[in-house]
């Protein structure tokens, strides 16, 4: 399994080249601008680990 990360940046320029860049390297990426929506996945998800 790939190692899932979570991504957390308000421009969404940024936010689109790190999602690309990571997933070419083999991560699973959830992405999010939003600060409520971060602690939300955060408890919802596993970050970090391969599963």
């Not at 421009?11 to 991560?27: I, W």
Request: glycine share 2%; charged share 25%.
């Amino acid at each position: 399994m790939k190692p899932h990360i979570l991504i957390v940046v308000d421009e969404a320029d940024l936010l689109s080249t790190l999602q690309y860049n990571f997933t070419n390297e083999d991560y699973r990426v959830t992405m999010t601008s939003s600060d409520k929506e971060a602690i939300k996945n955060i408890k919802d998800n596993k970050y970090g680990q391969n599963f």
